[in-house]
């Protein structure tokens, strides 16, 4: 659709894309003007007038941008990661930020098939000894992969595509996913199994999950000393969820065969790296990504997604905000960021996967289509377990894959006039629930209840959670551990016993900065505390 000329938008392209973009958008009937190299400054200028402004990573789209951009409509991110755009700044002048979530996926699957077959067949160090003038095949015997068995840990995009193509080189494949249930079968072929069976069984296992608290180590030592003897690891995921030692001690003691890594926790990794250095490691510069298609197809995608919100206002992958006219976005935002950061602390406070969610609205904010509370609460529920490009448009769609109901209701007599949202989120059917409920006062979001502890709270930063003996002088004992430690605390929140609760109280500590592995360590000694938890929000 070709739009008239008044009609047409002033476009602006700040970073080196694939010609395919401009094509896309000439063929919309737009003109985009190219300027790469922006400095801040530069670009407080130019996007004065601009109502489209596409990017990749290098230009750093900041609030002061933002401000002072006066048409502005969307901000296009050709690629996954927003931290370049001041995503906050966005929502709240009603800009949509929108990325391409889908368009490396591919890519990297086929690189995580690259580092099996070169694994399996020591292919770069075949080519290192050619090179190096020997034509010997000793030391070189490889396996083979026909019939092997391939543990896929993280059934999401790249997860499922890699399951896909090692069905086609004829090998069993497992998966493992806490959103997936052993013995369910989402993906034609692949068993799903535990994780500890998928390692016990799999001749080569592959990572594809998010780096976050409940992936970081994910392959422990424990977890790596299980693996099948003389198998072999592929992390084209993040570096951080594997312990790399481990792996190196596995390899020393020739419990693994080999292992490849495209990412590690610390890049680039110095020449002398014990991992780079071993003959039987495969190390890839974080390549995942880098094919001349996924380049093309992200450009493409996002001009297209542009073109698409400027002629309809239909905004795919918008990572910010539902599609909301600025007036009405100005109004419920602060709620939406209420719905986020609740949805962030039930997936951080509940461990297992949850199920279902019951999502109550009441006040001034009812008045407003549900339907963005539920959007916001999923997507901050769903970037806990998930890469960060959850966003408003697919958050459903994912929510739905991992079998998450959603109810919702209206208090029709709330308690904060102007708008409270409860939600109650339970785990398996009979499953233990857990409520968390809050308000906004003034702008600010506020927590008002966690289940049965009623507090007021400001739900950001580092937020402690203890459960502890309802005792004299235990408060005081968590200040002294953290305040030798030099970590300030903004506020604290108790919960007194409830009936039955058996002299068992619950502590919310907001603190400035996070307490190191052994600071709460030292709490999860005290001898009246039961439970510790850090919940980032
Ligand atoms: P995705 O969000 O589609 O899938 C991630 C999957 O991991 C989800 O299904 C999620 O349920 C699962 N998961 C979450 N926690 C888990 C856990 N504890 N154990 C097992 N599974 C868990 O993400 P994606 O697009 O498939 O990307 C996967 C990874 O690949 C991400 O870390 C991403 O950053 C990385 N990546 C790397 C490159 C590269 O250059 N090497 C390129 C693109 C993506």
């Known amino acids: 659709m070709n739009p008239s000329p008044s009609k047409r938008a002033k476009i602006l392209v700040c970073d080196e894309l694939d010609a395919i973009a401009l094509d896309v958008l000439a063929e919309h009937g737009h003109e985009p003007i190219v300027k790469t190299g922006l400095t801040e400054d530069e670009l407080v200028q130019e996007v004065v007038g601009v109502d489209a402004l596409l990017v990749r990573s290098a230009t750093k789209v900041t609030r002061r941008v933002i401000e002072a951009a006066d048409r502005l409509q969307v901000i296009g991110r050709a690629g996954v990661g927003v931290d370049n755009v001041d995503c906050a700044a966005a929502t709240e002048r009603g800009v949509v930020v929108m990325n391409t979530p889908t368009g490396n996926s591919t890519t990297t699957a086929e690189l995580a098939i ?119 690891l592929i992390n084209a995921s993040r570096g951080g ?28 990794p110095g ?44 905004a795919e992958n918008a990572v910010n905000a539902p599609a909301l ?70 958050a459903p769609g994912l929510a739905k894959e991992r079998g998450i109901r959603v109810l919702e209701s209206v208090d029709e007599d709330p308690y904060f006039r102007q708008g409270q949202i409860k939600v109650r989120a339970s785990m398996r059917a009979g499953g233990r629930s857990h409520v968390v409920a809050g308000t906004v006062f003034g702008r600010e979001p506020r927590f008002v209840r966690i289940d049965d502890v009623h507090l007021d709270l400001r739900p950001s930063g580092i937020l402690l959670v203890t459960r502890h003996r309802d005792a004299p002088g235990v408060v005081g004992k968590l ?59």
């Not at 543990?151 to 790249?158: A, E, F, S």
């Not at 020449?271 to 071993?278: E, F, M, S």
């Not at 890839?284 to 073109?307: M, N, Y």
């Open 241 to 268: 969820v594997v312990d790399e030692e481990a792996v190196l001690e596995a390899l020393e003691e020739g419990k693994l065969a080999g292992a490849a890594f495209d990412v590690l926790a610390d890049e680039p």
């Open 325 to 394: 006219a600025p007036e009405v976005l100005q109004e419920i935002a602060p709620f939406l960021r209420l719905a986020e950061t609740m949805g962030a602390f039930l997936a951080q406070r509940i461990s297992a996967p949850i199920r279902k969610l019951e999502l109550t609205i009441g006040g001034g904010i009812a008045e407003h289509d549900p339907g963005h509370f539920r959007l916001a609460l999923l997507v901050g529920m769903l970037r806990e377990s998930l890469e960060s490009d959850v966003n408003f448009v697919n």
């Open 114 to 232: 690259s580092l099996l077959c070169s694994l399996a067949r020591h292919v770069p160090q075949a080519n290192r000894a050619v090179r190096e003038g020997s034509w010997k095949k000793k030391g070189l015997v490889g396996t083979e992969i026909t019939g092997k068995t391939l543990g896929v840990v993280g059934m999401g995009r790249i997860g499922r595509i890699v399951a896909d193509r090692a069905q086609g080189l004829k090998m069993q494949v497992l998966g493992y996913d806490p959103y997936l249930d052993p013995g369910s079968a989402p993906i034609t072929g692949v068993e799903v199994v535990s994780l500890d069976d998928l390692l016990a069984r799999s001749d080569f296992v592959t990572l594809h999950v998010p780096l976050n608290d409940s992936t970081r180590n994910l392959l422990s030592w424990e977890r790596v000393h299980r693996m099948k003897p003389g198998a072999r």
């Open 479 to 537: 200040g002294t551990i953290l305040g030798e430690a030099g970590v300030n605390i903004r506020g604290v929140e108790l919960g007194p016993p409830g009936e039955g609760d058996d002299g068992v109280a619950w502590g919310f500590l907001s603190l400035y900065d996070e307490p190191s592995d052994a600071v709460v360590s030292r709490i999860a000694a005290l001898d009246e505390v039961d439970e510790v938890q850090l919940v980032r929000l």
């Open 271 to 314: 020449a002398d790296h014990p991992l780079v250095v071993r003959p039987d490691v495969i190390v890839t510069p974080h390549l995942g990504a880098s094919s001349s298609e996924a380049q093309r197809k992200v450009a493409e995608d996002i001009a297209h997604q542009v073109a698409a919100f400027l002629e309809s206002g239909v």
